[in-house]
């Protein structure tokens, strides 16, 4: 298989990868399925790519036949060729990421890589920022990135584990150094490589547990996170230092990974306090494994004499104290060898953490060992010559301590109701907590949060759930006992519509004792609550809700005890399957500014968790751009972004690509806080005239998608029929179910599910549909207006990147493979009827974008997308052509075949390679 494209040569040596891994998949096909098979996948190809180029009937009608007269076993075949192709493809365009951040590293001149932390620098430098200012912002920076389990990573460990494998090859050819019969072998591994990709199974064959999940998501900690993330904060360390010489750098920690795998509970009844529990445990064996492995290598780097180093009496003291603890077995022989004698008592306090009382308690236990370390090291070691690797590992101990990842809990608002009405029915206090008003919900809790005496009886006294709604809060209280404070620090409350919604969380987390008022009236509290603002009308409601908590003493009291800082939580996903993509992107804007203003009046220190999908239709995108289209006061509060699903493989599989995502996201976020970003809002005056306008725009745009996913009573059996939603729950990517409830209605659908259907069957309405409605209406009102558009276009970040990812959606789309998809709705006529509402949109999206970024063709102004885009599409449409053939079989077989079933997944998850989304 091969693919020939005429573009610039900065991409060459791209298209030269693509072409060689094509030719080894052209290869493989001949030896396992004979010339029949490699034929027949490039006269599919071929007549694919020529229907791209011109419709013709009579193409269209030769691809039909060709691909309705193929039978197993050799269609299995020719649809797994197309989806190891893109795997190939996708490791070929990460590889040449990497090659172009090496090109910038080796040119000679003064050529600075954008988005880089040396750009930032340099831009700091350029703008005159003093190093007080610098400093001060740093102090300020916080980003944390959240890994969590949401079912959209499609590819299987084992083949995520090959993919690396092939990546870390094709690295190596770009050796220039290679000898002829070195480069001869590594073309034979590499050639070997495909072949076990091409040997192994795609598909899961069971659910993954939420433990498999959980080892999914340390696989990233392990592989690349634990070196990456200290690696950027001493890059950071090191331009500074080079451009300001004469000041002294202390550079926080302020970019940090979280985690919810394992955590969130919500519509997974699959995660237990057990199973958080047993999370907590697996997180902190890998953090302790991981330094122990560090401290071996340390220990046999510190060889140093004390007959040639004079050492520090504070070492020496505690060797002397500590050695008595410890076996002679344990303890380090030479005696003039000091630091090995350290470290060997380092690694057994180490070893002993959770298993006996000569452990570290706490990770700060273990950082005051290696401090002592760095001081005496210091006495000895010539200036300017820091020891990086003991550097690097007292970095890593601050940012991973013994819990890892800091691992959030999440639930829904009604489970919490539904056990705060149990609890306070048994004690007399109200008989039906959840028939009152708002206003009488507030006075319940407040009156229980003002109470220091409990109001829970024994766990045994309650309903299963209320039981284990407890357990929860206890979980949560034993962690921070044995795996420190940071191990759980924010409780995430899913659907917040109101004030109650929070507070109930807070008086369970006081019956927990997380929560305690004391007879004297002080205050503690050791977890962060956090409303999820999900919907566009609870998007709305949020800043009431917030400032009426700011104006309650016992939240005040609550807020005072956690820093004064309010974490929020912004849902991308049900605000656009709710309201369409653009005006829930509005919406969150608005929110964000709007309760950025308020908690500034109450002196309250802000975080937004933005919960971004991996898909367009959820917020999707790249990490520095999703920054920098914030609103531009934000920009100093806290900022949390999820990581989902195919995005940690993407981002975070090669050691390389992840250092670059968290460069561009951590240089993004410097130059953004210290207002000097020409790129973000800060580098821009934002008109009142534009916000106006995307409020004008964002209504119409609402009313337009509500009318048809609501509005129209034939909508839910379209989207049933017309994409692969049944097949997609046989394809065992998640442990949580696609659904909230055991219902068909659609607001228990799950976004992730409904963003993937749509995205298989290359529509992709969640991501663009009503947004030309929208736009075309202001548009067409007058001159003046588009040229507002336009204007806003080049000079509002956040305008330009939702319509930067308006033709990403577009891009991806395609009506004319779509239109294959109405052949599965039984009702043809209504089926005709709601595509053509699509396909209208479709074309007036398309000619309205073009208006406003005055280009000829979608994306001309991002061309490495625009040609990925167009690289892949004559490969995925016979994948969509397939998979349309094989539900319709599967619809109709009264008795449904493995091997049918079989294939059908493996065309959803081939165009999910293809897509390069899922959900």
């Not at 990421?97 to 932390?117: A, E």
């Not at 340099?122 to 920022?129: F, G, H, I, P, S």
């Not at 691992?407 to 004690?427: C, M, Q, Y």
């Not at 745009?701 to 839910?716: A, E, T």
């Amino acid at each position: 298989m091969s693919t020939q494209t005429q573009i610039d040569d900065s991409t060459s040596p791209l298209r030269r990868d693509v072409n060689k891994l094509g030719h080894m998949l052209g290869d493989l096909l001949v030896h396992h399925g004979g010339n029949e098979l490699l034929d027949k996948v490039e006269k599919i190809r071929t007549l694919t790519k020529a229907l791209r180029k011109h419709f013709d009937q009579d193409t269209y009608q030769s691809l039909k036949r060709e691909i309705e007269s193929l039978e197993p076993p050799m269609r299995q075949q020719v649809i797994r060729a197309f989806s190891v192709y893109f795997h190939l493809v996708n490791i070929a365009e990460q590889n040449h990421r990497i090659r172009r951040r090496r090109d910038y590293q080796l040119s000679g001149d003064d050529t600075v890589q954008p988005f880089s932390l040396q750009s930032a620098v340099q831009a700091l430098k350029r703008n005159d920022t003093s190093e007080d200012v610098i400093q001060n912002v740093l102090d300020q920076l916080s980003l944390e990135l959240i890994i969590t389990a949401h079912p959209t990573e499609a590819t299987k460990r084992s083949v995520l584990e090959i993919q690396k494998r092939i990546a870390n090859l094709l690295k190596q050819l770009d050796n220039p150094m290679l000898t002829k019969s070195e480069r001869e072998k590594m073309e034979e591994s590499l050639f070997n490589e495909v072949t076990v990709l091409w040997q192994t199974d795609e598909l899961r064959h069971r659910k993954p547990t939420v433990m498999d999940e959980v080892r999914n998501g340390l696989y990233y900690f392990d592989e690349t996170l634990f070196d990456v993330l200290p690696d950027v904060h001493q890059e950071l360390e090191d331009c500074l230092e080079e451009q300001y010489p004469y000041a002294e750098w202390d550079v926080p920690n302020f970019l940090r990974f979280g985690s919810w795998i394992g955590g969130d509970r919500d519509g997974n009844p699959n995660v237990t306090p057990e199973i958080t529990w047993e999370t907590l445990q697996k997180q902190r064996n890998l953090a302790l494994t991981k330094y122990d492995e560090v401290l071996v290598e340390l220990m046999k780097r510190f060889s140093h004499s004390t007959t040639r180093v004079s050492v520090s009496e504070e070492l020496i003291t505690s060797v002397k104290t500590e050695e008595e603890l410890i076996s002679n077995d344990k303890r380090w022989r030479a005696e003039q060898e000091i630091y090995r004698r350290k470290f060997a008592i380092v690694l057994e306090k180490l070893r002993n953490v959770g298993h006996s009382s000569l452990g570290y308690k706490s990770a700060e236990e273990l950082l005051e060992d290696l401090y002592v370390i760095q001081r005496s090291v210091k006495q000895h070691q010539p200036t300017e010559r820091e020891l990086k690797m003991l550097h690097k590992l007292i970095r890593q101990v601050q940012l991973f301590g013994f819990h890892l990842a800091t691992l959030d809990i999440r639930n829904h608002s009604g489970e919490h109701e539904s056990a705060i009405t149990e609890i306070l029915h048994k004690v007399n206090i109200t008989e039906d907590y959840s028939a009152l008003s708002e206003q009488e919900k507030i006075n319940v809790l407040k009156n229980a949060l003002e109470d220091p005496r409990p109001i829970t009886l024994l766990n045994d006294d309650y309903t299963e759930d209320t039981q284990e709604m407890l357990k929860v809060f206890q979980t949560i209280r034993a962690a921070h006992e044995e795996f420190g404070i940071r191990s759980i620090e924010v409780y995430l409350i899913s659907m917040t519509e109101s004030v109650s919604d929070i507070l109930e969380v807070l008086v369970l987390a006081k019956e927990a004792g997380i929560y305690r008022l004391h007879p004297d009236g002080t205050v503690e509290s050791s977890i962060n609550v956090a409303p999820l603002l999900e919907t566009v009308d609870d998007l709305v409601a949020g800043p009431e809700i917030l400032k009426t908590l700011f104006d309650m003493d016992v939240y005040k009291n609550h807020l005072q005890q956690r820093g004064n800082l309010q974490e929020i939580m912004l849902g991308y996903s049900d605000g656009s399957k709710d309201g369409g993509t653009l005006t829930a992107n509005w919406k969150l804007y608005k929110a964000q500014q709007e309760i950025h203003e308020m908690a500034k009046a109450y002196n309250v220190k802000l975080k937004f968790f933005h919960g971004r999908g991996g898909s367009l239709g959820r917020g999707g995108g790249p990490l520095n751009r999703s920054l920098l289209s914030q609103p531009a006061e934000t920009l100093g509060d806290g900022v949390k972004i999820t990581e989902q699903g195919e995005v940690l493989s993407s981002r975070y599989m090669l050691k390389d690509i992840a250092y670059r995502s968290l460069e561009q996201a951590a240089s993004t976020l410097l130059e953004g806080a210290a207002h000097i970003s020409e790129e973000s809002e800060q580098g821009h005056h934002r008109e009142k005239e534009w916000e106006n306008a995307m409020e004008a725009i964002a209504n119409t745009s609402l009313k337009k998608y509500q009318s048809l996913v609501f509005g129209d009573p034939d909508f839910l059996t379209y989207f049933n029929e017309a994409t692969p939603l049944q097949e997609l729950s046989e394809l065992n990517i998640g442990s949580r179910p696609m659904k909230r409830k055991d219902s068909n209605k659609f607001e228990n659908l799950r976004a992730i599910p409904w963003v993937f259907a749509w995205t298989q069957n290359r529509q992709l309405i969640p991501a663009w549909y009503a947004a030309g409605t929208g736009l075309q209406s202001f548009a067409s009102e007058s001159d003046e207006n588009l040229k507002l558009l336009q204007q806003m276009y080049i000079n509002w970040p956040f305008f330009r990147s939702t319509i930067d990812n308006l033709q990403m959606a577009l891009t991806k789309a395609d009506m004319q493979t779509a239109q294959e998809y109405i052949t599965l709705v039984q009702d043809q006529e209504m089926g005709e009827r709601i595509f053509q509402n699509i396909v209208e949109e479709y074309n007036k999206t398309k000619d309205v974008l073009l208006q406003v970024t005055g280009d000829d063709e979608l994306l001309d102004q991002q061309q490495t997308i625009q040609e990925s885009v167009r690289r892949r599409n004559p490969y995925v449409d016979p994948l969509n052509f397939l998979q349309v053939q094989l539900i319709k079989e599967l619809r109709t077989e009264k008795i449904t075949g493995d091997e049918l079933l079989t294939e059908a997944l493996l065309t959803i998850s081939g165009i999910a390679a293809g897509l390069r989304n899922t959900g």
